[in-house]
């Protein structure tokens, strides 16, 4: 085609007047390309609930009642020859500008909400997704996760949301914006097609876990040494991915990531089967009743006591803020503590039976806990490395 750009419009304006041709290619490519996402996806063990076709928002009267709506309110307007809103008037109002954080270098651009051809904008069909989130989920808040450079047309939405009269989804529709991951020496670019793949990230994590398995452990089958490398793998590319508050660009750097000796996955696996082989070797189950308390005078016990204390109030921190690098810095200087404490102060060869009991209790709270962590990070956990 001579102008590409022209050929999609006119299949766009096809697929939203339901063209069943059109309807039925469009289907095939996308379901084409959804198989291929949920292949990858379910290597590093995530799933969706529900995937949800744009096209039924459109169908489903969901925009149309959107342009009604917006036709209706006084920030409608004709911008470019288009359907838009126009957001000058929040400017106006100084509690708005403040609610929404709205920048004051530059003004909000109107959203067009429809071209002069008759085809919807997407950020037109996500102000429609939004509402539909909110109506058939009963949502207290929506939130959206999406690349950090579409932060102006996130808060259009959210804009959109409220000049339409719906006040409550807009103060509750949240943009939990992501930056890019970068890999030194490469520089990646969408429209040029240059681009590293999960799969293949995740092949060399494997890869290179694999060989440092090798390094460290002897007599293990392949299928041992396979589950391990893959454990591993998976674990390293997830807690990299969440180290980093989601509006700071990611280096992702291979030494780091399988850095078995300080903040990585694999240092937290290990530590959990560090803490698992303690209470292995120690033979006995733990007699609450024998616990001497006292013994968490012991600087480095209490400490180790009073981190594990405050688990449950990171966890509720890291959820409320959306920030799962507050989990990831506290279960590994959790981590840090007890790989510290335990080769000075031995579990199992403590003659006193009180202090035993109190120690091991601490190593099996330990272990819980970044049992729970892992858990929620999506880290697979290891019985051995």
Known sequence: YDDPESEIQKLMKRYEEEDQEVSRLFKKVVELCVDGFRETLSKIGVDFDVWDWESNVVRESWVLKILEKARQTPYFTIYKGAEAIDFSEFYKDPD?????????????????????????LYTTRDVAYSLKKFREYNADKVINVIAAEQRLEQLQVRLSLYALGYKREAMNLIHYAYEMVNMPGVKMSGRRGRYITLDSLLEEAIARAREEIRKRRTGLSKEEEDEISKAIGVGALRYALVSVEADKPLVFDWDKVL??????????????????????????????????????????????????????????????????????????????????????????????????YYKASLVYAIKATIEHVLGILGIPLLEKM
């Open 96 to 120: 708005l500008v403040k609610l929404f954080n709205l920048p004051k270098a530059f003004k909000i651009p109107p959203m067009i909400l429809r071209r002069s051809d008759g085809t919807t």
């Open 259 to 356: 850095d078995f000796e300080k903040s990585s996955a694999p240092y937290l696996q290990y530590t959990y089967v560090r803490a698992l082989n303690i209470l292995r070797k120690l033979g006995e189950e733990i007699r609450q009743d024998k616990i001497d308390y006292q013994a968490s005078k012991e600087p480095l016990r209490r400490k180790l006591l009073i981190t594990t204390a405050k688990y449950t109030y990171i966890l509720e921190k890291a959820a409320a803020e959306l920030k799962p690098e507050l989990l990831v810095d506290y279960i590994t200087s959790l981590a840090d503590i007890f790989n510290t404490w335990y080769p000075k102060d031995p579990v199992i060869k403590e003659a006193n039976e009180g202090a035993r």
